[in-house]
């Protein structure tokens, strides 16, 4: 069965720099949401898409942005790069008009040097 | 502030014995309950879910007891396995579907 494809697995990216994260959703799922998990942590909501419009927003810096696109789609946009911005950062989808589980994706690590 | 508290965060079992994680959560708009396992580097994985209308689901080895009016749930791994060894976190949210708050975690370490 297909599951949530993240790109890149992983990204080292340097203070100050952009980022872009992508996350393909499971088929037939219309809800994006992302989370970033420290080193030891539980993951944290950063913000969730539903039918391309955001549905809801959780603790992401201003530094952040994202969206979904026609295809369903979303990618994370991440600017001026923090050392504290080093995480996983997951993607999970549902199929939200349905209200089914959220399944998650590999996640990408990202290391800010 | 914690809205879904997790206890104990590390947790060390005999192959064969009984695992048991347990969670306690504040808000009372919560109306789904899921437990993920999680593996390092990789997603966390939906094991089993429940809803405040059931006070105990099995599936497999995994049974989740809800007890609503203390606002309590926990996860009971039944026979466990080295490969059961994993951190396990349980959640809450308003419904499937909709965002999940994450307990802190519970490291899991399945002796041989």
């Known amino acids: 069965a297909a599951g949530v494809i993240q790109s890149p697995r992983h990204l080292i990216k340097e203070k100050r720099e952009t980022a872009t994260l992508k996350c393909y959703p499971i088929?037939?799922?219309?809800?994006v949401y992302w989370y970033q998990q420290g080193p030891g942590q539980d993951p944290q909501f950063l913000i969730s898409?539903?039918?391309?419009?955001?549905?809801d927003k959780g603790s992401i810096p201003d530094r952040f942005s994202a969206q979904q696109f026609s295809d369903y789609h979303s990618e994370l946009n991440m600017s001026s790069l923090e050392l504290g911005d080093s995480a996983l950062y997951f993607c999970?989808?549902?199929?939200?008009?349905?209200?089914?589980?959220?399944?998650f994706g590999q996640g990408t690590r990202l290391t800010v040097v | 502030q914690q809205q879904v508290k997790q206890s104990p965060q590390s947790l060390i079992v005999q192959k064969g014995g009984i695992s048991i994680i347990n969670c306690a959560y504040e808000?009372?708009?919560?109306?789904?309950f899921p437990w993920y396992q999680q593996f390092p580097g990789k997603g966390p994985a939906l094991l089993i879910a429940?809803?405040?209308?059931?006070s105990e689901k099995k599936e497999g080895r995994f049974t989740i007891s809800f007890n609503k009016s203390a606002k309590q749930f926990s996860l009971h791994i039944m026979d466990s396995q080295p490969g059961d060894s994993a951190t396990y976190f349980c959640?809450?949210?308003?419904?499937?579907?909709?965002?999940?708050?994450f307990g802190g975690g519970t490291r899991v370490l399945v002796k041989p």
């Open positions: 999970a989808s549902s199929n939200g008009g349905r209200g089914t589980e959220a399944f």
């Open positions: 088929p037939r799922h219309d809800t």
């Open positions: 898409f539903y039918e391309k419009m955001q549905s």
């Open positions: 808000n009372t708009a919560f109306d789904y």
């Open positions: 429940i809803r405040p209308d059931v």
């Open positions: 959640a809450a949210s308003r419904a499937a579907g909709n965002k999940l708050t």
